[in-house]
């Protein structure tokens, strides 16, 4: 019942037994290939491919566990041959033994791992964007508990997470203008912060002050947005804060000048 291709060969090759999704990229069903060289109904340059890890498998005796990239056949909707599709398969082949112990066969699992591999290049591409940054980036649980940043956060704060244990991003970032936000209907214990996404519906920007490890205050633009699964569970948070402090001190800086003018 598994999905993945399945087939057993023979040491000459041909295909004693082999399930549907192993028949169905060549336009077959088990019946019409059990029996058969693979040259008799797949590509050639590919059969000559399979054969020959086959035979290093039957000739070491061992398992051969690979990553391949190859063209997988497609078949179009009217069941003529499609156009190859480029696919990853991680492919076990394993030597079958007789009760001598000599190999009669090969046993072969293919499995598709395209859109495995497609998300670990996504989820380094989001590992590299997170490093490299120069927005201070901070990933916190539901609770606001600060559980990740990245260096460009360390660099503006001066705060190290790995010496710095249980910091709370409702602490370390304070709205810039008013001190009240307390909103009808909730407890004055809520933090700023946990009031603004709740009215905002879980995501929310405007401008805060960091505060710095040496008790500085940086002037920030937050971006706080919270992070959900398919289900709409709560998994925390991830905060974006670009700084503004020299954009705010150039701007002072022209209004005192243009008082003097």
């Known amino acids: ?39 008799q109904f ?34 179009a909707q009217d069941g003529q041959p499609g156009t190859p599709r480029p696919a990853h398969l991680l492919t076990e082949r394993r030597p079958i033994f007789d009760d001598d112990g000599a190999v009669i066969g090969v046993f072969t699992r293919a499995r598709d791992i395209t859109e495995e591999l497609r998300t670990r290049e996504v989820e380094r ?41 249980g910091l709370r ?22 933090t700023w912060l946990r009031q603004v996404l709740a009215r905002a519906e879980g995501s929310w920007q405007g401008e805060v002050a960091l505060h710095s490890q040496d008790d500085r205050q940086l002037t920030c633009w937050a971006r706080i947005t919270r992070l959900t699964d398919a289900a709409g569970t709560n ?7 670009a700084d503004l402090t020299l954009l705010r001190q150039t701007q002072a800086d022209n209004q005192r000048m243009a008082q003097f003018d």
Do not use: C
């Open 1 to 39: 019942s598994t999905i993945d291709p399945v087939a057993l060969t023979d040491t000459e090759g041909r295909v004693v037994i082999a399930n549907k999704a192993y028949a169905q990229p060549f336009g077959r069903i088990p019946a019409e290939i059990e029996g058969r060289r693979r040259s």
């Open 235 to 241: 998994l925390g948070h991830v905060a974006m804060l």
């Open 169 to 190: 991003l409702d602490a370390l970032v304070t709205p810039r203008t008013g001190s009240r936000w307390i909103i009808a209907g909730m407890s004055e214990t809520d």
């Open 42 to 75: 797949m590509d050639e340059k590919l059969a000559r491919h399979l054969n020959t890890l086959e035979a290093g498998v039957i000739a070491r005796r061992t398992a051969l566990i690979a990553e391949d990239s190859v063209l997988r056949p497609t078949r």
């Open 125 to 165: 591409l989001a590992d590299r964007v997170f490093e490299q940054s120069s927005d201070a980036i901070v990933i916190t649980d539901p609770e606001l508990r600060v559980l990740r940043v990245n260096p460009a956060f360390e660099r503006m704060s001066g705060i190290a997470l790995g010496t710095n244990a």
